[in-house]
């Protein structure tokens, strides 16, 4: 598959969403609503589950399933609001020393001018900067696509985890080809410049595993992730300078080695 490949797969409607990995991996989710300044904005969704018995926080970036409800979540577009409902969820679950597990799927943040008076740039850096001092394990799982700062927002976490036709990139590949090419219909060639698969961002130590997708949407494939999960967020407990080691670990990004002559 080529580069463009993954973002089509990624993009496609048949894949499962962040319900359905709440369905399949948790039991007794109870969601919880709203950012306490605001609205609540389902292109959020967030709340408490236990994982294999064990209390955890769980959020989600929703697009729907359907054309009415995926216009009801802004197409998986979260505004300043659900990007304060889900730091809200985080620092409740570092209150009571709740793991949290965060699923990405979007295209990026909502791009309207409602969405930038009521400061949606302020709200993602918020979440950048708290998430990166967060008392408590974070695993993010890319199970789409990853946009921009409106997935990063989700994901300044502990591990970083994509399915193998998962994406994530600063930009959409039509909206470099309009830049760098002027057109649009480039975006092929720019999706293979970007370095956007799950592939590329393990090569790149972006990401620490690539996700089979092997019977995905199966009750199966909701298993084993759940118990991958699982044993992660056990080490992760574990691990007694967790902040620093989250720090070093974005610190080490673009890291290279240049010989001086």
């Known amino acids: 598959m080529t580069a463009y490949d993954r973002v089509r797969t990624a993009r496609s409607t048949s894949r499962p969403t962040a319900q359905d990995y709440i369905a399949g991996m948790f039991s007794s989710f109870i969601e919880l609503h709203g950012d306490r300044r605001y609205r609540d904005d389902e292109a959020i969704i967030g709340g408490l589950a236990y994982l294999k018995g064990k209390p955890v926080t769980v959020i989600g970036i929703e697009k729907g399933h359907n054309t009415i409800e995926r216009m009801r979540r802004s197409f998986g577009a979260p505004e300043p609001e659900g990007y304060r409902k889900a730091l809200r969820l985080m620092k409740q679950a570092e ?36 998430m990166m001092g967060l008392r408590t394990p974070e695993i993010s799982i890319f199970i789409g696509e990853g946009g921009s700062g409106g997935a990063l927002a989700l994901a300044v976490s502990d591990r970083v985890w994509m399915l193998e036709n998962a994406v994530y990139s600063v930009i959409s590949p039509e909206g470099c080809a309009s ?83």
Not at 101 to 121: H, K, M, N, P, Y
Request: charged share 35%; glycine share 8%.
């Open 95 to 130: 209150k009571f020393h709740r793991p949290v597990v965060l699923f990405v799927d979007t295209s990026g943040a909502f791009c309207g001018i409602g969405a930038e008076e009521r400061g949606q740039g302020q709200a993602i850096a918020e979440n950048l900067m708290e």
């Open 179 to 261: 830049i760098l090419y002027k057109d649009a219909a480039e975006a092929p060639k720019a999706a293979e410049s970007l370095r956007l698969t799950a592939a590329d961002a393990y090569a790149l130590g972006i990401a620490e595993r690539v996700i089979s997708e092997d019977g995905l949407g199966t009750p199966d494939f909701y298993s084993k992730l759940r118990d991958e999960v699982a044993e992660e967020i056990g080490i992760l407990e574990k691990t007694e300078d967790l902040i620093e080691r989250r720090y070093q670990r974005f610190r080490a990004f673009g890291r290279y080695d240049e010989e001086i002559k």
